[in-house]
């Protein structure tokens, strides 16, 4: 498959890539992407949610009635789940949610995302640009363009640029991210992928099995 790389200006340079089929262009697994996903969002959680049990609730221990002769149930503490006020039967603790996932299993799920963002024609490309300084406005400007203003976009960039990340900071459905940082769940996540030509160039020598 071959793309048309354009300006900032969302006009054609008049050069062309051809993406790899090998990354681009394979038959995806669904499963190896939703193993990917599921990672990417577990490690993602913090995991500090925690709550009182019965043992760690404060309160009197006394007998807060006579055992018998109400008719109701005995109750042997105000720290009785069952009262307001009490601890809480089976609560969450602290926990840790990562869990390892095999490289190639990654590798796999990362190429299948991106050979269906290929096919769903999801894809542009850019040519290498920077902003001399941080402004949203402009970086508006671009997505106007480009003619994708109103899609939640992914930009993807081979070195850090401070301006560009200000840049797209505030905007909701914007979103910037080194090559390196490519993951499956941000592919997926966005209705438009777009690489500089050196970004490209990046992923491609990353997920390349030569």
């Known amino acids: ?6 300006k900032i200006s ?3 340079t008049g ?3 051809k993406l ?7 038959e995806p697994n669904d499963h190896a992407i939703y193993l990917d996903a599921k990672q990417y969002l577990a490690n993602a959680r913090q995991g500090t949610h925690d709550s009182k049990e019965r043992s760690d609730v404060m309160g009197s221990t006394r007998k807060i009635k006579r055992q018998k002769g109400t008719g109701t149930a005995r109750a042997g503490s ?7 006020g009490g601890g809480r039967v089976f609560g969450p603790h602290p926990h840790d949610y990562r869990f390892k996932l095999n490289k190639k299993v990654k590798r796999l799920a990362r190429v299948s995302a991106l050979s269906y963002k290929a096919k769903a024609k999801g894809i542009i490309v850019l040519e290498d640009f920077t902003l001399e300084a941080p402004k949203t406005k402009k970086y ?4 106007d363009n480009l003619k994708i203003k ?3 976009t992914l930009l993807v960039l081979n070195d850090t640029d401070t301006n560009v990340l200000l840049s797209a900071r505030n905007i909701p459905k914007a979103k910037v991210i080194r090559a390196e940082s490519l993951n ?6 966005a209705q438009k992928l777009v690489f500089v030509e050196s970004s490209l160039k990046t992923v491609e020598s990353m997920f390349s099995n030569k």
């Open 1 to 6: 498959m071959e793309l048309v790389v354009h």
């Open 10 to 12: 969302g006009e054609e």
């Open 15 to 17: 050069k062309k890539v």
């Open 20 to 26: 790899d089929k090998s990354i681009f262009g394979i």
């Open 78 to 84: 105000i720290k009785n789940p069952l009262f307001r």
């Open 140 to 143: 508006l400007e671009i997505l």
């Open 150 to 152: 109103d899609q939640k």
């Open 184 to 189: 499956t769940y941000e592919i997926l996540n």
